[in-house]
């Protein structure tokens, strides 16, 4: 019998977890290696505080976890989405139950007023893709993956002078009061990258939402870096943010870097990346790796991940539709 249900993550058995991730990474994703138990237990523990709530499902047959489907509820200006991804067991696929997770998880994000849902990692040719595209999503961009390897780079080439005039302030998780007004200003330039016709919209930055945000790393355990361009006038106009998780010493995950458009054009994304790089080596000792995504129309950000040592890993598409008639 097929059971599918609202659970709670945090109390969520890992090690079964592990078993259904692992083994459908073997089979997705055969030339990478499967996720570890700790990479799973932060995935269940740690939302993407960025994106809002955080809903989880499971698809269990005669007791046994077959799958599931883990949702999150953008705010700020994104109350009209939903982001979802479903995994299914690969020895239980084609047998519904990805089919009647989504249409459980359709029905409650309605509920809660979201009117489209968006998959934001789909790889092209795979099962997952077939399964969109036969449920009517649409592509509406593409990203590329791209990792860092620590023994791959030589720490040389991160030796990169910000512009005349500007300087480079960092730090971890707060943001001083004095740059906090500016900062949230800054933030809003990432509503600039190329969206492609992806339904999630710049958030509206606030000094509340950045606060907000702040608390949520920090109830999760998640060291959010942060290094800012401060332009002669004392404000604000670029940044570069970095995850470090914990249970994943190992790798950390590089998010949004905005300039505002009046600065650009002057290296400072290049500066401020290769500043967080050099920062988060020289203190944090476990750490081998750093991934990233960004979109393929964004080349400029691609070339200077390219210049400070990323590689492009895959690609894949990103997929929406309306929630109705799920
Ligand atoms: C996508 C995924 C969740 C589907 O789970 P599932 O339990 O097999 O889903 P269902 O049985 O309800 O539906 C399977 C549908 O997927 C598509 N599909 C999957 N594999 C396929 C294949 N090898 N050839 C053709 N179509 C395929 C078809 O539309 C198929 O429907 P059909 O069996 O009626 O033809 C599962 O393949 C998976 O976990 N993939 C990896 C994760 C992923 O890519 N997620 C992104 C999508 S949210």
Known sequence: MLEVRLV????????????????????????????????????????????????LWTARLDGRLAGCLIAQLPVDGNEHLAFARIV?????????????????GAVALR????????????????????FVAD????????????????AEVDPAIWEVEPPPGYRLVRWIGHAPEDLVESYARARHAIGDAP????????PDWTVERVRRLEAGYRE?????????????N?????????????????????????????????????????HMLCWITADKAGLRRVWTSTATANQYMADVNHRLGFATVRRYSVVNRELAGL
Not at 8 to 35: F, I, K, M, N, T
Not at 90 to 100: C, D, N, V, Y
Not at 195 to 202: C, I
Not at 223 to 231: D, F, K, N, P, S
Request: aromatic content about 4%; charged content about 25%.
């Open 8 to 55: 709670d993550g945090r109390q969520a058995d890992v090690d079964e977890y592990h078993e259904l991730q692992r083994a459908a990474s073997l089979v997705d994703y055969p030339q990478s290696p499967p996720p570890t138990r700790d990479a799973v237990l932060a995935r269940l523990r740690d939302p993407d505080v960025d994106l809002g709530e955080r809903l």
């Open 88 to 104: 299914v067991h690969p020895a239980l696929r084609r047998q519904g139950i990805g089919s009647e997770l989504l249409r459980t």
């Open 111 to 130: 509920e809660r007023g979201r009117v489209v849902v968006e998959v934001s990692q789909v790889e092209p040719n795979s099962p997952g893709a077939r």
């Open 135 to 150: 449920r009517g999503f649409r592509t509406v961009n593409i990203s590329v993956f791209q990792i860092l390897e620590f």
């Open 195 to 202: 969206p492609g016709e992806s339904a999630f919209r710049a």
């Open 220 to 232: 999760h355990g998640i060291e959010r870096r942060v290094v800012a361009a401060v332009a002669p």
């Open 234 to 274: 004392g404000e604000v106009v670029g940044v570069t943010e970095l995850d470090l998780q914990p249970f994943r010493p190992e790798l950390a995950a590089q998010r949004d870097t905005a300039v505002l458009a009046a600065h650009r054009g002057l290296g400072l994304g290049q500066a401020m990346k290769a």
